[in-house]
C-alpha cells in the first residue's frame, strides 16, 4: 500500500453535531464554532454505528502507520484539507528497570512526532479544520510546544499566526515559532495573561483563537493518543495512563477516544485509570480532585521547571475532572526537585531522555507506587510529550588537552 494512502483516499465521514460539554445542547457541523453559549469546550460526536460498519479493526492495521490511518473517527471531511507534516504513530518502550512491581512501565514517545512535541496531534486537526471552514488567520497563547506546532503547521496551510508566550518560556521554543512562519511576542505575565491578550484581540483583528480546547478540533487530535494505545495494546488496555496535565486536552481526548470505542464494541475490558499529573507549584486540578468539586479554580503564583503544565486555569478543568473520576483514577502533584531527578533518573537507567513534563508522570508514579495509590500488578503508561532536548539540561564539565599525554586511568 502507498505510504501515503491515508491522506490521497477519500474516505467516509461520520460527524453528526457538536455538543456543549457541560450542557449538552447541540451545535451544527461545518460551521466555525469557538466555545458554547455556556463558554465551555464544544465536542464532536459521530454516527458511531455507521462508523463501526464502514471501517475493521484489520482494515486499520493495514494501512500505513500514521494517525491519518483513523480518518473515520476524525472530523476532516474532504482529503484536500488535510495539513500534514508526516504525524508517525509513536512508538510504547518498554521500561523493565524503571518497574516496582509485575505491572509493566512503557512510555509512550511522543517526541517522535513532527515540532518534536505532542502538540502536534491537536494542532494538525485543529489547523486541518481551520482550513476547511475557511479561516485565514489565527492567534494562540503557548507555553512553548503548541505554538511550535501550530506556527509549523499554519504555515504549511498557508494560514497567518500570532503567538503569545510567557516571558519565560523556553527559548529555544520562542526561536522554533518565529522560524516556523508565526509571528511571536514574549508577555510578562503567564499563559492566562497571554490568552486574554489573544481574547481582546479578536475584534479588532478579526484572528480565530485557537487557544487550548476554545475550538473543538484539537481534542479530535490528541484523540489519536487513545486510538493508538488501544490497537498498541491489541485492544486491552493498560490498568493506569499518567499523564502530564495542563490545559488537560489529552486526557480528555483520550477518554473519549475510549469511550467511542467502547461504543462500537472494539474496547470490552475494563478502561483504564486516568491520572492527571501537575506540579505543586500549579496544581488546580489536583486541588478540585482532593476538594470534590466539578470545577477548579485560578491556581495563585503558578510555578514549575515543566512550564507545559504551568496552567492556572483551564476552560476544559470539568471534563479533566469527570474522566479523573469516571476511570477510577487520581490527580497527584509533585515536587519540582523529583521531577529533575525523575529526569536524570530515567536517562541513567533506561537511555531515555524525558522532557520535564514526561519526567513528572515517572516522579508521580514513584510517589503513587509508594503512597499504594498503584498497585504493584498494574501496568502503567507514562507519557513523554515531547523531546527531552528541546529543554536546558545539566551542564558538562569534562575537558582533555589532545596536546598532552592522555592519563586513561583518570578517565574512569
Keep these: 500500500m502507498h505510504h501515503l494512502s491515508n491522506l490521497t483516499t477519500e ?44 471501517v475493521s479493526k484489520d482494515e486499520l492495521r493495514a494501512r500505513p502507520a500514521d494517525i491519518w490511518r483513523y480518518r473515520e473517527f476524525l472530523p476532516v471531511r474532504r482529503r484536500e484539507n488535510i495539513v500534514s507534516l508526516g504525524e508517525v504513530l509513536t512508538p510504547l518502550l518498554p521500561c523493565p528497570t ?20 505532542f502538540k502536534a496531534r ?58 516556523q512562519g508565526a509571528k511571536v511576542w514574549r508577555v510578562n505575565g503567564l499563559i492566562n495573561d497571554c490568552g486574554r491578550i489573544v481574547g481582546q484581540g479578536k475584534e479588532p483583528m478579526g484572528w480565530f483563537d485557537l487557544s487550548t480546547l476554545k475550538e473543538p478540533y484539537r481534542i479530535e487530535g490528541k484523540k489519536t493518543m487513545g486510538l493508538e494505545l488501544a490497537e498498541q495494546f491489541d485492544w486491552q488496555l493498560p490498568d493506569v495512563i499518567l499523564y502530564p496535565t495542563g490545559g488537560g486536552t489529552g486526557l480528555i481526548g483520550m477518554w473519549k477516544a475510549f469511550e467511542e470505542l467502547k461504543a462500537i464494541g472494539w474496547l470490552t475490558g475494563k478502561l483504564p485509570r486516568m491520572v492527571a499529573v501537575q506540579a505543586t507549584g500549579c496544581a488546580p486540578i489536583v486541588k478540585a480532585f482532593e476538594q470534590g468539586t466539578e470545577f477548579a479554580e485560578l491556581f495563585p503564583n503558578a510555578h514549575t521547571v515543566a512550564s507545559g503544565i504551568r496552567v492556572p486555569v483551564a476552560v476544559g478543568d470539568f471534563l479533566m475532572l469527570r474522566a479523573i473520576r469516571e476511570s477510577n483514577g487520581f490527580a497527584i502533584a509533585v515536587e519540582d526537585e523529583s521531577i529533575l531527578k525523575a529526569r536524570d533518573t530515567v536517562a541513567a537507567r533506561e537511555g531515555f531522555l524525558m522532557c520535564p513534563e514526561g519526567a513528572a508522570c515517572y516522579a508521580a508514579y514513584e510517589q503513587a507506587r509508594a503512597a499504594g495509590r498503584i498497585d504493584a500488578d498494574e501496568s502503567c503508561v507514562l507519557f513523554n510529550c515531547a523531546s527531552g532536548l528541546k529543554y536546558e539540561l545539566p551542564p558538562q564539565t569534562g575537558r582533555l588537552d589532545c596536546t598532552k599525554p592522555i592519563d586513561y586511568a583518570a578517565l574512569k
Design 98 to 117: 524503571l518497574q516496582t512491581g509485575r505491572g509493566e512501565i512503557f512510555i509512550k514517545d511522543e517526541g517522535r512526532l513532527p515540532t518534536a512535541s
Design 122 to 179: 491537536g494542532l494538525c486537526l485543529a489547523v486541518s479544520m481551520a482550513k476547511e471552514l475557511g479561516v485565514k488567520q489565527i492567534a494562540m497563547p503557548t507555553n512553548g510546544n503548541a505554538g511550535a506546532a501550530l506556527a509549523a503547521y499554519a504555515t504549511r496551510a498557508g494560514i497567518e499566526t500570532f503567538v503569545f508566550c510567557p516571558a519565560d518560556t523556553p527559548e529555544v521554543n520562542v526561536r522554533e515559532i518565529g522560524a
Design 11 to 54: 474516505r467516509p465521514t461520520f460527524v453528526t453535531h457538536l455538543e456543549c460539554g457541560l450542557k449538552g445542547d447541540r451545535y451544527p457541523a461545518d460551521q466555525l464554532h469557538g466555545l458554547s453559549q455556556a463558554g465551555r469546550p464544544l465536542l464532536v460526536r459521530y454516527d458511531l454505528p455507521a462508523l463501526a460498519g464502514a
